[in-house]
Structures are given as structure tokens and as C-alpha cells.
């Protein structure tokens, strides 16, 4: 979830301006020139120029030259092979993670045709190296239904691989191509005679344009966890070379209905077995399940062939509107809702709710490239009439059921109330300039939010220091006593008299963000402004701070309160996040003492036997920080907050994670203790910034 700093600020074309640079260094297109200057036509030298152009701007193409693009690189693959699946030639897909560092993607779908094609270059070549070819090409041969997250293709990955290889079996025979940065390097060749049919690709991200080319097991278990989820009829494992313990097997036979349960799993209450719909009509596939938890928060997670879209879309609001709609007449039908009462409105009918929405159709359309959300407007009246006739009939077959959803909503209705008054007291008495804010709030000097930080930081020992610390024009600090309130355990009007939490709200002057769930327009209702994110009670604009920074100590508490902290950044202030807001600064753990002068610092218990290791003149002395607190305030200022010498984390959003982040909300902060354990057990070794023994 986080990167360096060095990279903060940069939205993505400034960070492709940095592979810009990177790459117009002589020798590095040198060997494309080269390879152009060879006996290619001039067809083919377009198509080189083609690729050129996506490692000039490999964030235009895959999202960023970091991280997130190196993933999206990946994407583009197995999604080629679930299109396959997608189209019904395809059960199985293998991905596998090799010690070099390369990745391949292996499915048992028909193969990618390797004939001749009129331009004299396979078919093969074509998809590989033909920006958009995808599995389009061809009359008759390419995809009804496909997803591919922005519809580049393959031959963005191979652009940006050092090398990438494509097996082929198809008509009894394995055939095999070369590529190197995208160019082919020798034709198709028949190595083998085939068992099956299927496609494998394998490649090896570019150092020379990438500067993050290790892959993250969790990002790509998390996707293929995914997929399997809604494609019941799909296998997809998981190898590692590098750690057989990794290895994972996904393949769920209850596939949507199967993905609610588990999201639900961390919470004690579920007040019913999920709700299933589906319906086939007009060429589209509808797919809905639902089920109903105790606790305040919702989740509702929207697909349309294999691709979530975070912001939602025509799915979301049929389905918010016919929900909306049904609870309420099913109330008043039964006199839950009497005359006088107000209608419950999409956020009531949202609480506790865990939804999937799947759809699979022909050429969806969305309002942008990176498919975050689905207009295509028939979608909206076929979900709502689905979902709409579905929940009748369930509820009037399970009363026991539909009473406990009007109950809860009804719960949710006057908790809404409370919480909007609470909302605007904080919002008002944050109005009131600087009297309004919070009393131990340490404000800098400046006003202008741009260039100002705010520290928030454990204890008021902490505090202190850091106050010492600090450039007083430009950084503020916000000592927090204790730990924060469990905002996912807790409801809105309780987590808004938390003083901890007042002070935070007053501090950051945004206000919060009640509508948690919503993100559609739904009929009946007022739409949604988007620049106001949906919400009269939170503006953006208004940030008193560029970064918000949490500052804790490096041991089990100060991991606990991030944590806590994040999940209220999340839940109720989400843009701050997905804007890149919000950093984790991170305090040293040691401090290593070599003669008078000379000191070092680390962050992990590596980093101090390697710089111990180092010193050879005299035996250092090695020091841990208990706390914050226990750092003077030059240390603290030389270590963590002074911006030329500190390394800061940026938090970082991406919404087609979404599934990976409820999941892990809900195990870490959920009612049940079993699921966190679990998740504990599983991954407590793999934490190298936290000291467990003092
Ligand atoms: C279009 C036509 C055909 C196969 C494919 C696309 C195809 C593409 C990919 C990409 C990854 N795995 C794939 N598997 C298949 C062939 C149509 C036919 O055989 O009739």
C-alpha cells in the first residue's frame, strides 16, 4: 500500500516524465533503433514504433513506471487468458513466479492462431507486438465478452519486458516465439509436438524502463482470488520458485455467493444465508448476491467482466434503486413504516450490507479508460427489475429475514440522524477559524495547505519531542492521547463523540464523509455531486494540510494506532487517501554509536548488523528507541521529520485492489478474533520494520 517518498507528489504523467528522461539517455534507445534499422518493412516499423511509444510513456499505457504498472502488466495477461475462460474454452490457468524474477501466465484456452496473416507476420506476432490487437483481430475468431483492464493488450507487456517468450499449442504442435523490448527476435518455430491446446506467456519486466520489477505475491494472489471468485467454472494456481510455501490453488464452486460469505467470515452476526440472483437476458449476464451483517459498514463490490469498478456505475444504481425501493414498500406493506415515518433512504438500506454485483456483456462502456466506472445505460433497468422482482418474492418468502432488514435500516435510519447532527456540530464548530480548533493541536505558522504537514503522533511525551522537532513554519502537530476509537466497530454517531477522533475531524477542516457506501445515483434521490465525492459534509477543498502524516512509535502499539488511524482515514475520509494524502513516517528503531561524532540509524534489525558489521575501528554501541518519546528532538528531526532526510510512506489507493482491502478491513478490525489470528499467524513473520522482543 505504500511507496518511497521520492516518488509523492507525482501524479502519473510527471512520473512517466522521470522514464522520459530515463530513457532518452543515448544508449538506451540505441537498441531499438537498431533493431528498426534491421530488415524489417515498413509495416513492422510502425508497429516497433508503436511499442517505442509505450516504453517512451509506460504510464499513459499500464498506469505508472513503478509498482502499480509492473501489476497492471500482469493484468493485461491473465485477463487475455480469462477472456479465453470467459468464452468457454478455458478451465485452467497457471501463473508462476521464477527465481530471476520473471512471471508466466499459462492457460488451456485454443491458443493464440499462429497462421500466416495478409501482412506476411503470424497472427501471433500481430497480438504481440499490435497495440490494441488483443484477441479483436481476426473475423469471427475474437471475443463476445472481454475484459482487459484498459484494453492495451498484451503487447504492452511485451513493450515493456526485457524479454518476453509466447508458447503456443494449437493443431498438435508447440510453436514458440522470442521477443526482446517488445521487438520479435526470429520468426514463429515449431519446437514440439503438443498434448493440448493453450497459450503460456513469460516475461521479464524491463529495468531499463520500469523502476519497480518485483512482482508482490500478495497483488497477484489477491487477483487470481478474485477471478476465481467469479468464475466458478475456473481453476487458477498460484507457484512460487522462490517460496513453495507461497504456493496456492483458488477455485471456488459458489463462486459470488462464496465471495460475500468469506468478506462477512470476520463478522459475528450475519442475520442470513446471502441472497442469490441471476438472470441472463439480452446478451448479459446478471449475477447478485447480498447477505445482510450486523455491524455498521458496508461493502458493495461491482463487476462487469471480471473488472471492478471502484466508482461504480449504471450496475450500482439499478441495484441501489431497486433495493431501496423494495425494502421501503415492504415496509410500509407491513406497517414497519407507518404514515408519518420518512422513507429509509439508499444509505439506510446500505448498512451492514455485503453485495457483489457480476455482469458479463458485450461491449460494456465506461466513462473512462481505466474502467472505474460502467455507463453502459441498459444495464441500469435490467439490474434494477432483476434485483427489484428477486427481493419481492425473498422477502415475502422469508419474513423472519425481512423483518431483521427493517429493522436494521430503521436502526441505521435513526443512527443517520443522530450522526448528521453530530456531523454538522463538528463541522460547526469548526467553522469557527482557529477557535475551533483543537486545543492540543500545535498549528504551524503558515496558512497556506500546500507546503503544510501535520504530524499525528502518540502520546504527549511523543508529542513533545516532535514539537521540538518540528520547522514551526510549515509542520504542525497533533499529540493523540491513547488509541483511537475502532470506526469499523463502531457506529457513525459513536465514532463522532470520540474526542480523539473531534480533533482530528477539527484539525483537517475536510469533515467527514457519511456516505461510506454510496456511490451511485439512485432514483428518488438527490444525485450525487461528484466534486463534493457525494457528500455535503466533506469537502476536499477545504484540507488544511498537503500531507497528513502519522507518526508512532516502531513496536506493536504504535503499529496498532496506524492501523486504527487508517481504518478512519478510510472509512471516512476516503479521498484524502485516494488523493495520496495520508503518510506513515518512519521512525528508527536503533541508533548505532561509533565513537563521539559518528552515528547511524536503522529501521530494521538487518539494516543494524549490516551497519554494525561496517564499523571496524572500535566495537559501536547500539542503542533501541523505546519510543518516540525517547529521542531527543535533533534525532527526531535528523531521522523522521525534517523533508530532506526522512523517508515517508505514501499510502497509497488503487480501486482495483478493492476486494483485497475489505477483505483485509474486515479480518484486521472485524467483531471475530479467529479470522485475525489466522491472518496474524500467516503473516507476522513477514514484518521486518517491527522489533517483537523488548
Ligand atoms: C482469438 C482467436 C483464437 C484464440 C485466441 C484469440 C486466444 C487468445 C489468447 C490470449 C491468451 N490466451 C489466449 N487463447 C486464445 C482462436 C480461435 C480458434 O481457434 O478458432
Not at 151 to 156: A, E, T
Not at 565 to 584: A, N
Request: net charge negative; proline share 3%; charged share 30%.
Amino acid at each position: 500500500m505504500a511507496t518511497p517518498e521520492n516518488f509523492e507528489d507525482q501524479p502519473t504523467d510527471q512520473n512517466s516524465e522521470v522514464t522520459e528522461e530515463h530513457f532518452e539517455s543515448e544508449d538506451a534507445t540505441e537498441s531499438i533503433a537498431q533493431k528498426i534499422e534491421g530488415d524489417y518493412n515498413a509495416d513492422q516499423i510502425q508497429v516497433l514504433e508503436g511499442l517505442e511509444a509505450v516504453r517512451h510513456r509506460p504510464g499513459m499505457y499500464v498506469g505508472d513506471n513503478g509498482k502499480k504498472g509492473l501489476h497492471h502488466m500482469f493484468r493485461e495477461v491473465l485477463d487475455n487468458g480469462v477472456d479465453e475462460a470467459l468464452a468457454g474454452h478455458c478451465d485452467n490457468i497457471d501463473v508462476i513466479l521464477y527465481e530471476d524474477g520473471s512471471l508466466s501466465v499459462e492457460d488451456n484456452g485454443r491458443g493464440i492462431p499462429v497462421d500466416m496473416h495478409e501482412k506476411g507476420v503470424s497472427a501471433l506476432q500481430i497480438v504481440m507486438t499490435t497495440l490494441h490487437a488483443g484477441g479483436k483481430f481476426g473475423e469471427g475468431g475474437g471475443y463476445k465478452v472481454s475484459g482487459g483492464l484498459h484494453g492495451v493488450g498484451v503487447s504492452c507487456t511485451n513493450a515493456l519486458s526485457a524479454w518476453m517468450e509466447t508458447t503456443v499449442q494449437r493443431d498438435g504442435k508447440v510453436y514458440k516465439q522470442r521477443y526482446e523490448q517488445g521487438a520479435p527476435v526470429g520468426d514463429v518455430k515449431v519446437v514440439g509436438k503438443a498434448k493440448g491446446t493453450g497459450t503460456k506467456q513469460h516475461w521479464m519486466p524491463d529495468t531499463e524502463v520500469l523502476t519497480h520489477v518485483q512482482y508482490d505475491t500478495h497483488v497477484i494472489k489477491a487477483r487470481l482470488r478474485e477471478v476465481a471468485y467469479l468464475n466458478p467454472q475456473l481453476k487458477l494456481t498460484f507457484q512460487s520458485k522462490v517460496n513453495a510455501d507461497d504456493n496456492e490453488e483458488f477455485k471456488f464452486d459458489r463462486g459470488i455467493v462464496q465471495l460475500v460469505e468469506d468478506i462477512n467470515s470476520a463478522y459475528d452476526n450475519v442475520i442470513h444465508k446471502p441472497i442469490y440472483f441471476h438472470r441472463v437476458r439480452q446478451g448479459m449476464e446478471i449475477e447478485v448476491a447480498i447477505q445482510y451483517q450486523t455491524a455498521y459498514n458496508s461493502v458493495v463490490l461491482a463487476y462487469s467482466n471480471n473488472i471492478h469498478q471502484p466508482d461504480g456505475g449504471t450496475h450500482v444504481s439499478g441495484f441501489m434503486t431497486a433495493m431501496t425501493r423494495v425494502i421501503n414498500q415492504y415496509a410500509r406493506k407491513m406497517n414497519f413504516l407507518k404514515e408519518k415515518d420518512k422513507n429509509f433512504s439508499s444509505d439506510d438500506v446500505l448498512e451492514g450490507m455485503t453485495a457483489v454485483i457480476a455482469l458479463k456483456l458485450e461491449n460494456p462502456s465506461y466513462n473512462s479508460q481505466d474502467k472505474v466506472k460502467l455507463v453502459t445505460p441498459e444495464v441500469q433497468g435490467l439490474t434494477n427489475s432483476l434485483v427489484g422482482d428477486g427481493l419481492q418474492t425473498y422477502l415475502e418468502e422469508n419474513p423472519a429475514v425481512a423483518k431483521r432488514i427493517v429493522d436494521k435500516a430503521m436502526l441505521a435510519q435513526r443512527a443517520r440522524e443522530e450522526a448528521r447532527k453530530a456531523a454538522e456540530a463538528v463541522k460547526r464548530s469548526n467553522s469557527m477559524d482557529t477557535y475551533g480548533l483543537p486545543g492540543k493541536l500545535c498549528d504551524c505558522v503558515s496558512k497556506d495547505p500546500t507546503i503544510c504537514e501535520l504530524f499525528i503522533v502518540e502520546g504527549d511525551s511523543a508529542g513533545g519531542s516532535a514539537k521540538g522537532a518540528r520547522d514551526r513554519i510549515t509542520q504542525a502537530v497533533l499529540p493523540l492521547r491513547g488509541k483511537i476509537l475502532n470506526v469499523e466497530r463502531a457506529r457513525l454517531d459513536k465514532a463522532l463523540d470520540n474526542e480523539e477522533i473531534k480533533a482530528l475531524i477539527a484539525a483537517l477542516g475536510v469533515g467527514i464523509d457519511i456516505h461510506t457506501g454510496r456511490d451511485a445515483d439512485v432514483e428518488g434521490e438527490e444525485p450525487l455531486d461528484e466534486k463534493k465525492n457525494g457528500n455535503a459534509n466533506f469537502d476536499i477543498g477545504k484540507l488544511r494540510y498537503n500531507k497528513v502524516i502519522i507518526m508512532t512509535d516502531a513496536d506493536v502499539d504504535g503499529e496498532h494506532i496506524r492501523t486504527l488511524l487508517l481504518t478512519f482515514f478510510y472509512r471516512y475520509m476516503k479521498p484524502l487517501v485516494e488523493h495520496g494524502h495520508v503518510y506513515l513516517a518512519q521512525p528508527p528503531l536503533y541508533v548505532i554509536k561509533a565513537g563521539a561524532n559518528e552515528r547511524h540509524y536503522a529501521m530494521t534489525t538487518n539494516e543494524r548488523d549490516d551497519i554494525v558489521s561496517n564499523i571496524k575501528k572500535k566495537k559501536p554501541e547500539v542503542l533501541r528507541f523505546k519510543g518516540l518519546g525517547e529521542m531527543n528532538a535533533s534525532e527526531l528531526e535528523e531521522t523522521t521529520m525534517n523533508p530532506e532526510k526522512r523517508k515517508l510512506l505514501q499510502v497509497e489507493y488503487d480501486g482495483a485492489r478493492d476486494l483485497e482491502i475489505e477483505m483485509m478491513f474486515s479480518r484486521l478490525m472485524g467483531d471475530k478474533v479467529e479470522p485475525r489470528r489466522e491472518f496474524i499467524e500467516k503473516h507476522a513473520r513477514e514484518v521486518t520494520n517491527v522489533d517483537w522482543h523488548y
